[in-house]
């Protein structure tokens, strides 16, 4: 495939180069160069800087044609004025790709959009520019990496993220981690003069490695192709898209940040609704529904049944399901006959949402519970909220030895039963003196991971990002 | 004042039975009476058991006649068919209040319901009835608490909670207490047979150690007498109510839950315009809209000044502005030309949303930027996001002495600057491993609640609470 081929510099560079590196700690040339080596770039990398010949224990090149290899790839974070005669010097070595953290382009007014356009002019036909006012890429195969970024994660995952926006990259990098999330790609792509948007969803949607594709977009280059490809994409690998600036307020912001114009919240919940792409609101939104994903497949539906510790939270979910459309069918005959024979009548509930009355149900009693239910066909997913945090000494100043035991009840069921487990851990005490409280959520939200169970620090999130889920599938399959 | 005097016994009691206390450390008997002992609690407590003689190494008594001193206050966890007995054993000892635990009476049906009646019968004019269903009241000045709570904060606070769920209610206080909140009264009142939430809010109408009233709904017995409590709280206690069961399948919910009647959305929302009441959606909003009441003051507006360590920051936090209703206006041409100076063209937004550039900024520039910010007259509340978590070691591999200083930064403006301050400390990286970073956010959370300025998990969460908080400020003026 071309678009693939074309993309070749950028991902599998032999050597690279940094324009503009520096053993100033403060300056983006130092801390780029930086991660690079310590996250552990496999190929040759070649600082340029014509006042230094050393930088961090690299031999410096006072310009890109002085360096006597070929150079595949390059990073640029010079000043923007300088930024034509480097891309002429990449031409000149035969540099294949480029990407310009350099700001100072078309986000900054008439004179940066003009330049912009002469290095587009200087690029066009000889090498591929990503950027500029961008981060570039992150992929961990390839041991390439974006500038703040030498502790991301190592190892290679299906999740690709394009993003408009590079610190927007980096904090979703971040963040995904946490639910267990790993990538194939990363691309940071600014104001997209050269590459954009659609030529990274081209790509993706043939990159092998990829299976979900995640976008943060302030503006879009060529809406035609990016509908195309959206919709090319629908059934085969889920897009999901937060489009910053569709309020008045917001595309004032995305003309000042990437010089890219907002668009209309109609014209693109249009474009979500003819293309399947999911479209979100916010950054959790856009968190969860990426992190939920992996997890449901296309038997995914919108028949709740939850469990909770606690009343109060089979309120909650009723009223969290209706609002994004997802139903909490009441439980059969035969299957509340089953529960009333382990819950007792006075304070739970057996109709669905469950109340089993205490978080700290005996981990035998829990186990039968979630097995009856898993075993009604009238339900697609199993919520489970407020039961595997409590128990602690932290909590509740009682041995925890049960609150882990509950946990596992869960992870054995995980290994028997196909159908979608979501377990809700909620946000507990956030001061610092509290932080084992969140060491053993955290311990038991990995091991949640590991086991192929989906997690949410909050209902209100998981539902919400559920209930995009089972919107992508519904489309998928009704456009069969 | 009556209703006052009414609570004396409840929340000054000299003496407390625990009905149901036992040896068995799965029984709330067992859990409620060593919570109280390692709480704390000054007065004098006797378990009752009739089949002990000693519990927690308390003499025990087989009933609650037998008690030979006088007993005010009494705590119920025997079996819903045994509490008439009990009832009428309190009140030939002159107990004057029980809160009860035990579930079983009108949320499971018509004999539950004939049950209740027939404690409210044996109660009236004789002793006041907290639940049942309930996990009865927390008062950390008077060394009270709930059930699983004897690590709850011993400090007390301005904030009252009144909640129909006892699960809420404990969940509450915990992640309220990480955002540095402490209460002055809690009460979980599960069915409300006697005591009900409105007399819960014309006692807290009252008591001059709460400013804040934060309600966890599901039903309320007396509409009208509601309303007019409501209504005559405005502009002297904001009032927060979270209404559950508001959707068809959240009324079925409450129903099983607290035996209580839904509602109609409709009607709550005009309670709410015609109150003043800030009426929230979920437990995320009811937590911040909480959080965030006690930094603001009726000088709040819904002009807004965003700092954002990148661009993204800015458009995000527009378009989440907008939605809820504040506003971010340009800011005025000399406040640009200082900003200017500070901050380079090329990759910074001096307009407002104003984007720093990097969430790294020397201290000392960051500074300039926010007084600058500060000292324009035509916004309300300055939001600072993505700026101070960031150049730790944990998060991009650099040393983290700037990030504490940037933080300091914040803390030295709060001294000196009236205006409001939110700052935003988002979530990062969630596993266990990535711990650390955790504890440096909470640790500036921390020092940042401390020192009176306002913080947040999330933009998105932050502009919800805060557009609440505006329109009940909004709401107390126009009706003054």
Known sequence: MDKVKEFEPIFHPNSMAVVGASSDEDKPGNRFLRAM?????????????????????????????????????????????????????CVAKGVRAVEIFTAGFSEVGEEGHRLEQEIVALAKGNLRIIGPNCFGVYFPHGGLTLMPGPKYPKESGNIALISQSGGLATHFIWAASGYGLRFSKVMSYGN??????????????????????????????????????????LGRKPLIIWKGGLTETGKRAVNSHTGSMGGEKAVWQAFSRQTGTVLVDNFEEFLDTTAIF?????????????????????????????????????????????????????????????????????????????????SWDGIDTLIIDRIFLYGTPQLVGMPGADSEKRA?????????????????????????????????????????????????????????????????????????
Chains 1, 2 share one sequence.
């Open 408 to 480: 596992e009840v869960l992870v054995d069921i995980r290994k028997r039963v196909k159908k979608p487990l979501l377990a809700i851990l909620g946000e507990l005490a956030t001061n610092v003196d509290k932080i084992d409280m969140e060491t053993d959520r955290r311990r038991v939200q990995d091991r949640f991971l590991q086991a192929g169970i989906a997690v949410s620090p909050s209902l209100q999130r998981a539902v919400k990002a559920l209930s995009n889920v089972c919107s992508y599938y519904e489309k998928a399959c009704t456009d069969k």
């Open 294 to 374: 992996p997890h449901f497949s296309e038997g995914v539906g919108r028949r709740v049944a939850v469990v909770g510790g606690g009343g109060s939270v089979g309120v909650a979910a009723s009223d969290a399901c209706e609002q994004v459309g997802l139903q909490i069918p009441t439980s059969p005959p035969d299957i509340q006959q089953q529960l009333r024979v382990l819950l007792p009548p006075a304070g739970t509930s057996i109709r669905n949402p469950v109340d089993i009355g205490t978080p700290t149900l005996p981990p035998s009693v829990l186990q039968k519970v979630l097995e009856i239910l898993l």
């Open 37 to 89: 080596i310590e996250f552990g770039f496999k190929g040759k990398l070649y600082p340029v800087n014509p006042e230094q010949s050393e930088i961090l224990g690299r031999k410096t090149y006072p310009c890109i044609r002085e360096i006597p290899e070929p150079v595949d790839f390059a990073y640029i974070s010079t000043p923007a004025s300088s930024v034509p005669r480097i891309i002429e010097d």
């Open 192 to 233: 997209a003069c050269d590459l954009n948007e659609s030529d990274f969803l081209e790509y993706l949607a043939y990159d092998p490695e990829t299976k979900t594709i995640a976008a943060y977009v302030e503006g879009v280059k060529d809406g035609k192709r990016f509908f195309d490809l959206a919709k090319g994409l």
